[in-house]
């Protein structure tokens, strides 16, 4: 459990009445919500606020059931479906309209014709979670626009996704961009406690559930004024409040600890998920068995594919130039093109089994860089003459998909290809593709064959391990880390029998599940 999850933990029990003891001798919160009630009925009367015509009185019937009873109409209906957990003896549900003045109008103001001495707020100076970072006047801000107006100790609530945990009770009052909501309480509800309430994962889940759309949807004021709150007695609240506040330290302190252990173990694992790949393609995670087979003898089904592609014109003549790579009696490495015997012991990163073979990168694979058209051509959803465009970003916990006409895109990709990232941070990177396009920021390895000769997933191992990670390294260039097709054209590969690479394969998956179960 990390410090995120602790958190949310110890807010969904203070909310469920389970982080502080019920005292019996406190006001039950059914006295606050009639006491409220009066406050409301007392300032409509004083034209103050509006009668609210969906206004309700939650309460629990004989049969153990929830009802809501609409005080406009006398309508009941049974609201068992909504109540999302029990609570205790003494507290009640409610709506957030009927104890709050969320929904009521707010005043407005365009800050050209504000205080420049007066604070001005926006969501970049609430950190999430709900602590204050800045404090910025209008004046120094040079605020525009219209504004809300908020007063002190007024909750101020971020009503756009994914922002929803700015929430804070201001200190002191100002004006404040439209996208956060002040509202207050009646009947001296614990603020604080509505606004931990307001970060507890029940609410999340709930706007969660109800906000769909836009890119970055704003939560609705009918969705907020529906809210089911679980309300405890006065005094309940504020032990609740002083009880978290009591906890958020040490929780910190916990989710820091817990981000460095979490950093070291993935650390760890990382090292292991090295070791074992450098292991695999020395020959050195699964045995040798003689009946699979040598490389050689792969090596030369491949060399008369190739032949037969080049003589039906699917594959280029200057594919079948090849060398073969060998160890000599003096144990050394030697590579023959043509007549000509190089010795490249020198190169030669390891040993490998005797029924294993070095070959060159560009004798099994072609790497091909990716297209697109203009930006000004880009769209956002699919439409009829569209395919999809993948980017890095796309491989990430955000992808942001973009669809380009297919008329204008010459590098495509089948589910199942593999897709290498060429620039900048993401250099090494290795991608299971999907069906659509790619990116110039990636390149597609092309086998230069078609059989099964080579397992596809014991590929994407290699461009995993270090050989091909290194020599990126190698080949990255100064302004902008990256590499072209011809930097990977030497690049030594580890050739093993094909049911050796299907075993090495399984074997790997095997080990990494163990890692990832701890």
Not at 249 to 256: A, S, V
Not at 356 to 381: A, M, T, Y
Not at 454 to 476: A, K, M, V
Not at 490 to 501: I, R, S
């Amino acid at each position: 459990m990390n410090g995120k999850q602790l958190k949310n933990s110890i807010l969904q029990w203070a909310i469920q009445g389970k982080l502080v003891p019920q005292d019996p001798n406190d006001e039950p919160a059914s006295v606050l919500l009639e006491k409220i009630r009066q406050e409301k009925e007392r300032l409509i009367k004083e034209k103050k606020i509006k009668r609210d015509k969906n206004a309700s009185i939650i309460y629990r019937g004989e049969d153990n059931s929830y009802y809501e009873k609409f005080l406009a109409t006398g309508e009941v209906k049974c609201i068992d479906a909504e109540i999302p957990f029990e609570i205790p003896k003494g507290w009640e549900w409610c709506r957030l309209g009927e104890i709050s003045t969320y929904a009521q109008t707010k005043r407005k103001i365009n800050a050209s014709n504000a205080d420049t001495q007066l604070w001005e707020l926006d969501l970049e100076d609430i950190e999430k979670g709900g602590r204050l970072l800045n404090i910025k006047t209008v004046g120094e801000r040079k605020a525009i626009g219209d504004k809300t107006v908020f007063n002190r100790g007024d909750i101020l609530y971020s009503k756009l996704r994914p922002y929803l945990l700015k929430i804070l009770v201001a200190p002191e009052g100002g004006i404040c961009t439209p996208e956060i909501i002040p509202f207050t309480c009646y009947g001296n509800i614990c603020k604080d406690y509505i606004v931990s309430f307001l970060k507890s994962p029940y609410v999340d889940d709930y706007i969660n559930s109800t906000t769909f759309g836009v890119k970055m949807p704003r939560v609705s004021t009918e969705t907020m004024t529906s809210l089911l709150v679980p309300l405890p007695p006065l005094s309940e609240q504020f032990r609740i409040d002083t009880r978290i506040k009591e906890f958020m330290p040490y929780i910190d302190e916990y989710g820091k600890a817990q981000d460095k252990l979490n950093k070291l173990n993935e650390e760890l694992s990382n090292t292991i998920r090295k070791s074992i790949l450098q292991e695999a393609i020395q020959g050195k995670l699964v045995p040798q068995i003689a009946e699979e087979g040598t490389a050689q003898e792969l090596l030369e089904q491949i060399k008369a594919e190739k032949l037969k592609l080049v003589k039906e014109g699917k594959l280029k003549k200057s594919a079948l130039a090849s060398s073969v790579i060998f160890r000599g009696d003096d144990n050394k490495y030697y590579e023959q093109t043509g007549s000509e015997i190089t010795c490249i012991d020198d190169i030669i990163p390891f040993d490998l089994p005797a029924s294993w073979c070095w070959v060159r990168h560009n004798q099994l694979f072609e790497v091909s860089g990716g297209s697109q058209p203009p930006k000004s051509h880009f769209i956002d959803h699919y439409k009829e003459g569209y395919i999809r465009l993948y980017q890095i970003r796309d491989y990430g916990s955000n992808p942001v998909p973009v669809y380009v006409p297919t008329d204008e895109i010459s590098k495509t990709t089948r589910k199942g290809d593999i897709l290498l990232a060429r620039y900048g941070g993401s250099l090494g990177k290795v991608f299971w593709a999907e069906e659509g396009a790619y990116n110039v920021a990636m390149a597609k390895v092309i086998p230069l064959y078609k059989s099964e000769s080579i397992y596809n997933e014991y590929i994407f191992l290699y461009y995993c391990s270090s050989i091909y990670q290194s020599t990126i390294i190698d080949h990255s260039r100064s302004a902008q880390a990256g590499f072209n097709k011809d930097d990977l054209a030497d690049m030594l590969f580890p050739l093993p029998p094909f049911a050796e690479q299907v075993r090495i394969v399984a074997r790997y998956k095997s080990i990494e599940a163990s890692i990832m179960r701890g």
